[in-house]
């Protein structure tokens, strides 16, 4: 697929997300053409201890999202890439746009939920998709492409990045972390804004424009409504690892 830029992400990746709501703003105001790829946090650190080096619910969350992304790699090899842009924004609306229910799970039992059946099967109805392919849950064959596109992604960019990457203008463009966000632009400001990430990418000496502080996410999973800023965290180098 030809397209203007590439993006990968890991369904359970905030920042992700919320760059993503950004591009499909930019879509929606400029004739921009996406192809949603894939990379996996959970195979990225496949080596690392998360006990040792990761707060206790992100081994859950991350595994949840392999699982998600083999649903994903299946929906994408029996009906098209396009099938990947709905399914991705079913995904995410579903994750991160609803306040958590944290009554009745705690933080590790609500990520881990997101790998099974239960919470999948719905958003597959809701993305026009059949419910067969959350079969692919627990397909681990699915797990070579996966790999493929991640070990794809981090050739572009090296590999002490997270999510996502975007590769700008592809084959020959540049390719780089984020742009990180942690609220989402005004309608108003969004290509503009946009236009300006893309002006740099075309540099071809540019290579990093980065801090560690973030804001949480501006989104209802965290508990952060429009309007407001959420807690300012530290995120050592682009990572919640607490050890390196």
Known sequence: ????????????????????????????????????????LRLI???????????????????AGLRLLRVAARARAEHGR??????????????????????QRTESEMRE???TREFVEPILAEAGLPLELAEALDDDSWDREIRQETDE?????????????????????????????????EEQSAAELWDHVVGLARFSGFAEL?????????????????GTAGQQEDWHGGSRRQKK
């Open 153 to 185: 992604a981090l050739a572009l960019t090296g590999k002490d990045v997270g999510t996502p990457i975007i590769h700008f203008e592809p084959p020959a463009g540049v390719a780089f972390f984020g742009p990180v966000i942690s609220r989402l632009p």
């Open 45 to 63: 650190n496949a080596h690392i201890d998360y006990d040792a080096h990761f707060p206790p619910e992100y081994e859950a969350g991350h595994t």
């Open 210 to 226: 980065k801090r560690s502080l973030r804001e949480q996410p501006q989104l209802p999973a965290f508990g952060v409504s429009p």
């Open 1 to 40: 697929m030809n397209a203007d830029i590439n993006f990968y992400f890991d369904p359970v990746c905030p920042f992700a997300w919320m760059t993503s709501k950004w591009v499909r703003q930019v879509q929606a105001q400029r004739e921009y053409t996406v192809d949603w790829r894939f990379i996996s």
């Open 113 to 115: 939920r997101r790998g």
């Open 82 to 103: 396009e099938s990947i842009a709905r399914l991705y924004e079913a995904f995410g609306t579903h994750i991160f746009e609803a306040a958590p229910d944290t009554d």
